[in-house]
């Protein structure tokens, strides 16, 4: 799909659409691949370069460590359940919260 943007003196004046608006200084965008994008971890800038504007991403799309670790922690209930019984239960939490952030340092 085809897609369009104005762009001014001081660099982009709107989204990318689908057709050019009125007046002068709408330029063809190419789109980029968004195929593996993170919107939690990667931004999506624009940049003229000649007679089209560039569409980049930029960062990765590995998850911060926190996104990683939130996955691996055991769950509200368990943690509740943990904390409830308290001892060798809550201890045995502590392990496992300790294993993944030392699996996915900061």
Same mark, same amino acid.
């Given at each position: 799909?085809?897609?369009?943007?104005?762009?001014?003196?001081?660099?982009?004046?709107?989204?990318?659409?689908?057709?050019?608006?009125?007046?002068?200084? =709408?330029?063809?965008?190419?789109?980029?691949?968004?195929?593996?994008?993170?919107?939690?971890?990667?931004?999506?800038?624009?940049?003229?370069?000649?007679?089209?504007?560039? @569409?980049?991403?930029?960062?990765?799309?590995?998850?911060?460590? =926190?996104?990683?670790?939130?996955?691996?922690?055991?769950?509200? @209930?368990?943690?509740?359940?943990?904390? =409830?019984?308290?001892?060798?239960?809550?201890? @045995?939490?502590?392990? $496992?919260?300790?294993?993944?952030?030392? $699996?996915?340092?900061?």
């Amino acid at each position: 799909m085809l897609m369009f943007m104005k762009w001014g003196e001081n660099g982009r004046e709107s989204y990318p659409q689908s057709s050019p608006g009125d007046g002068d200084g =709408w330029y063809p965008v190419i789109v980029a691949d968004k195929k593996d994008y993170n919107p939690v971890t990667q931004e999506i800038t624009y940049e003229k370069s000649g007679s089209v504007i560039v @569409e980049k991403i930029l960062g990765s799309p590995e998850g911060a460590y =926190w996104q990683k670790r939130k996955s691996e922690y055991p769950s509200v @209930e368990e943690q509740l359940d943990a904390i =409830w019984k308290g001892g060798e239960a809550m201890e @045995e939490m502590r392990r $496992k919260f300790m294993a993944v952030k030392a $699996k996915y340092p900061k």
